[in-house]
């Protein structure tokens, strides 16, 4: 079976084929179609894959009795999950006993546990508010490496903490893909040989709970990673190996130096768990002499993130206005959110840029419920992703909704992450003309403003990939049932619609807000259920 490889040609080779593609009654052998590159996590038990060009489908056909993943039944809010959805128990069986998660009836469910926490997150935090300001706004984003079925970040919800939980597809899986069915907020990634795609100086607090990350090895780039991402002042938790751990008294040993040549405050050791906070600024490292990491040089950037190798050098502290940035200056949360950030003050005309972006974004999300009648605000929606998340405005006018939002700034675009975590959101950096580091059908909701600038070369004009590969890449992520909003020129919106039907996607294309300068138009897409009833050559 070859696919086109041109927009025009893979629209009409599947409407010609739609005698293959036609929804079929509901049977235990399913077909789904998805967008999949090398390496995203998802192992079903029969495949089969076609390739042409860049566009690479993968044909995945489950074996097990597979309930489709409505938006329409958000079932779990964190605490239970049905097995028809997700059939890998391997979890439940291995880490049951540690609370992480149990098979009952034909649910899985989340009594809050982990391997250092077993009798449940919210003893565990607890813990921690003795020792941390967790409570009352001052922290508000929160890296939890290595998180399991991500019930900490889980619970700290409820504490007002967003938190980033990320883990790699290892021996147990499915645990992030588990995150993503509980509506927590989380992302396949692991520390290897280049940075996490997060700007530097963001999280407030970052934790690992038994995540057998060696952050001393390789000279310590591992924790100068961490270094790099936490915001000064901010705290950083380790709970488990190698603190005050049997046999690793070397390592623990090694861990505490490389922590003080970094000129992290010691707060606590309470049994295994210790916590650190981050120095405000360099001043510490002037009177350093001991051996160990040195301050990176001028030319290194931080905030730059995307396929940048790890650094055994410490991460300079933004030179101005350096305090505004620190946890103890920073606006409480609720407050920062709509507070420009002083990170981004040397953007021309930037206060007044922001205050206009804010007003807009509410208009904007008005209009999308009141006017188009979009889910938002209702429990059909819980993970919404924002492919192109500008200064995180969309996501601020959805503040006061059950909802959260993976805020993506494009790689090759103006770099306003960093402000978006300033203001107490969260979000990653991604080039469109890759697969999006998630499992297949996590997000209920997902947001696309200048759709057709996420793949296009700005160095050399054109596009860097096809305008269908990323639509099929969005399919993959998005739910059956799910939402789509695109905001184009009618020009892209026409191309898009032609798109959206060959991938059976039913749309809708309207006029934007009366506000707006009306050189847009919106198209409101949902993917249908269907399934393959057979599969030819």
């Not at 880490?95 to 919210?122: L, R, V």
């Not at 588990?178 to 963001?202: D, Q």
């Not at 309470?270 to 990176?296: E, M, Q």
């Not at 696309?448 to 890449?473: F, K, P, Y």
Request: proline share 6%; with cysteine.
């Amino acid at each position: 079976m070859e696919i086109p490889s041109t927009e025009s040609a893979f629209s009409e080779w599947l409407n010609r084929g739609r005698q293959q593609w036609r929804p079929a009654p509901w049977n235990p052998s399913i077909t789904v179609l998805a967008k999949i590159h090398d390496g995203v996590a998802i192992s079903p038990e029969k495949e089969m894959f076609t390739e042409r060009g860049t566009a690479l489908l993968k044909i995945k056909i489950f074996s097990a009795s597979f309930h489709h993943l409505s938006t329409t039944k958000f079932l779990c809010h964190g605490l239970k999950v049905s097995i028809s959805n997700m059939p890998h128990n391997k979890i439940a069986d291995r880490k049951g006993h540690q609370g992480w998660m149990k098979a009952e009836g034909p649910y899985f469910i989340f009594p809050g546990g982990g391997t250092m926490f077993p009798d449940g997150a919210i003893q565990y935090i607890q813990k921690l508010k003795q020792y941390l300001p967790i409570s009352g706004g001052t922290i508000r984003t929160a890296l939890d490496v290595g998180c399991g079925v991500a019930s900490f970040g889980g619970y700290l919800l409820k504490e007002d903490i967003l938190t980033m939980s990320f883990a790699p597809r290892d021996s147990h899986k499915s645990q992030i893909q588990f995150a993503l069915e509980r509506g927590i907020p989380a992302f396949l990634a692991m520390l290897g040989t280049h940075r996490l795609p997060f700007p530097a100086h963001v999280f407030d607090l970052i934790h690992c709970s038994r995540c057998l990350v060696p952050f001393t090895a390789y000279n310590g780039s591992y924790m100068i990673e961490m270094d790099r991402l936490l915001r000064s002042g901010g705290y950083f938790v380790i709970s488990g190996p190698p603190v005050q751990w049997p046999k690793q008294e070397k390592e623990w040993t090694d861990l505490q130096d490389l922590a003080h040549t970094l000129c992290y405050e010691l707060v606590i050791i309470d049994g295994n768990t210790a916590i650190w906070k981050k120095p405000s600024n360099n001043s510490c490292f002037a009177l350093k002499s001991v051996p160990g990491p040195t301050l990176c040089d001028e030319h290194d950037d931080p905030k730059v993130a995307w396929y940048v190798p790890l650094k055994d050098c410490i991460s300079q502290f933004p030179s101005l206005k350096e305090k505004e940035n620190s946890l103890v200056e920073l606006p409480k949360w609720p407050s920062r959110l709509n507070e420009p950030p002083q990170r981004a003050a040397d953007i021309k005309n930037f206060l007044d840029i922001f205050k206009a972006d804010t007003r807009r974004w509410q208009r904007r999300v008005t209009y999308y419920k009141n006017v188009l009648n979009l889910k938002l605000g209702s429990s059909s929606v819980r993970n919404v992703l924002d492919m192109n998340a500008g200064f995180g405005g969309f996501a601020a006018a959805l503040i006061a909704d059950p909802v959260w939002i993976m805020n993506v700034v494009p790689a090759y675009t103006i770099n306003t992450l960093a402000v978006i975590y300033d203001r107490g959101l969260i979000g990653v950096y991604h080039d469109w003309c890759e697969a999006f580091s998630t499992y297949p059908r996590t997000y209920d909701f997902i947001h696309a403003i200048g759709i057709e600038s996420l793949i296009t070369d700005l160095s050399r004009g054109g596009n860097r990939c096809s305008l269908v590969d990323l639509m099929i890449e969005m399919d993959r992520i998005l739910r059956p049932e799910g939402t789509v909003v695109v905001r184009d020129t009618p020009k892209v919106i026409d191309r898009v619609a032609k798109i959206a039907s060959a991938i059976r996607w039913s749309t809708e294309v309207y006029d934007t807000e009366p506000e707006s300068n009306r050189k847009e138009k919106l198209l409101v897409a949902t993917k249908q259920f269907w399934t393959l009833s057979s599969i030819s050559g």
